[in-house]
């Protein structure tokens, strides 16, 4: 069956790196769309960052744009997030997700766009 794997999260200081990974297995035909969320305590899940997979577009959120950098290596079905410049208020789970079709106009789309969802790695940025 068709499934998302996130790793990478862990623990960093204020302005450390950290790279997350998304693996998608178990799907007949590579998914169109693909992007990372957050999700803090008390609040809703936020939109990050979007690639379209059959190209090079990539769109961010304002709250991580030039610090963050969404990527893919179709070889290994695999998305990246790197995090640059973690601030503590980037504290959060993590999770990506897929779109099985691609989605007109290209933009940063929200969670409901979504069609499957990892379970999530935890980051935590301390000061």
């Known amino acids: 069956w068709a499934q998302l794997v996130e790793s990478g999260g862990g623990s960093v200081q204020t302005g450390g790196s950290l790279k997350l990974s998304c693996v998608a297995t178990g799907y007949e035909t590579p998914n169109k769309m693909m992007g990372w969320f957050r999700q803090a305590p008390g609040k809703e899940r936020e939109g990050l960052a979007t690639i379209y997979t059959d190209g090079v577009y990539t769109y961010y959120a304002d709250s991580v744009q030039g610090r963050f950098t969404i990527s893919q290596d179709t070889t290994k079905n695999t998305i990246y997030l790197q995090m640059n410049s973690l601030k503590p208020e980037d504290t959060a789970l993590y999770y990506c997700?897929?779109?099985?079709?691609?989605?007109?106009?290209?933009?940063?789309?929200?969670?409901?766009?979504?069609?499957?969802w990892g379970q999530g790695t935890r980051v935590i940025v301390s000061s």
């Open positions: 997700a897929a779109r099985r079709n691609t989605r007109w106009p290209r933009k940063l789309y929200g969670a409901e766009e979504y069609d499957d």
